[in-house]
């Protein structure tokens, strides 16, 4: 297994890492730069308004000095916007924000020489795995059924299609998944029995 490490950013640091999440973006999306809801400029608009949201946190994976790749997100707060655009009905409870009960995650992504590796999911639990909310909220393009399936096998469930308000944006499967879930798998692959939880899953 990789020796990953992890490094954790906050809003206040974003400056420092921006560069950073730039070039792995445009490392992973250097065949899709020239679509419009893709280009590394549009990214970069979208990163800027993302670290204003409440309680944004970056993860980092590193291996050795190499940086391998991150996933950040932030909490939901009544009344998101993030829920904007739904294509499919949904019952009203499922999309009710209290300001502490979803993490949206907004990016999980990880460079070529290290995918396959499970560095991806490490990524994600590491940074979702200490959050305070009930659940987790991501979107995958609906036109990557592969990906879809992959965040399936960790716990997510699918809830609705949805066209965020971005210029451009694509179709996306909107996908949940109980944060206890996160912290379940993570005991699991450390070897140690999981807890039992009352924990809300996805509604």
Request: net charge negative; hydrophobic share 35%.
């Amino acid at each position: 297994m990789i020796d990953l490490s992890f490094k954790t950013y906050t809003r206040f640091d974003v400056d420092h890492i921006r560069q950073t999440l730039l070039a792995i973006y445009a490392e992973v999306y250097r065949e899709r730069l020239d679509e419009p809801f893709t280009t590394l400029s549009e990214f970069d608009d979208r990163l800027s308004r993302y670290v204003l949201a409440p309680q944004w946190e970056c993860v980092l994976g590193m291996d050795g000095d190499n940086p391998v790749g991150y996933a950040f997100g932030y909490t939901l707060q009544p009344g998101a916007r993030w829920w904007d655009g739904l294509l499919d009905e949904v019952d009203s409870g499922a999309i009710v924000e209290s300001g502490h009960r979803t993490f949206a995650l907004n990016e999980l992504m990880v460079r070529e020489p290290w995918r396959g590796t499970g560095c991806a999911r490490r990524i994600h639990d590491e940074l979702t795995s200490h959050r305070t909310e009930e659940r987790v909220a991501l979107l995958v393009e609906a036109n990557h059924p592969k990906v879809r399936r992959t965040y399936e096998s960790w716990g997510y469930v699918f809830l609705a299609q949805i066209r965020p308000d971005f210029p451009d944006a694509p179709i996306l499967d909107v996908m949940l998944m109980s944060l206890s879930a996160t912290l379940r798998g993570r005991r699991e692959r450390a070897g140690r029995r999981p807890e039992p939880t009352t924990r809300r899953g996805p509604e």
